[in-house]
């Protein structure tokens, strides 16, 4: 089992910055337990929707359209942590973030629809004023 705690949301005018930690605690991370991870958002009365996702290697992303270019995703192996770095955030971009993750064999994994994951985190706030 593998559990995921988020934390970095709060609240920021137009234009600035965050930068999203998912904390991942339980099942080691090696290279015998590779897991996948991602990001998603939703925002009040919408659907979950994907934001971000990296592979177990790094060298696979992927962003949904609406974040390219703001945001990146990485990740620390070593200390089982993912980030999300959102620069020049918009109202938009309000919602709560959540992280995910998937046990995989194939170190360049990753996926972008919810049903892929297996765990996930329990959300933080992130609220963009304008």
């Known amino acids: 089992q593998v559990q995921l705690v988020e934390s970095g949301g709060g609240l920021v005018q137009a234009g600035g910055s965050l930068r999203l930690s998912c904390a991942a605690s339980?099942?080691?991370?090696?290279?015998?337990?590779?897991?996948?991870m991602g990001w998603f958002r939703q925002a009040p009365g919408k659907e979950r929707e994907f934001v971000a996702a990296?592979?177990?290697?790094?060298?696979?992303?992927d962003y949904a359209d609406s974040v390219k270019g703001r945001f990146t995703i990485s990740r620390d192996n070593a200390m089982s942590t993912m980030y999300l770095q959102m620069n020049r955030l918009q109202p938009e971009d309000t919602a709560v973030y959540s992280c995910?993750?998937?046990?995989?064999?194939?170190?360049?994994?990753?996926?972008?629809?919810?049903?892929?994951?297996?765990?996930w985190g329990q959300g933080t706030q992130v609220t963009v004023s304008s």
């Open positions: 995910a993750a998937v046990r995989t064999r194939i170190p360049d994994y990753f996926g972008f629809r919810a049903s892929e994951y297996d765990y």
């Open positions: 339980g099942r080691t991370f090696s290279t015998n337990s590779m897991y996948a």
């Open positions: 990296v592979s177990w290697s790094g060298s696979s992303t």
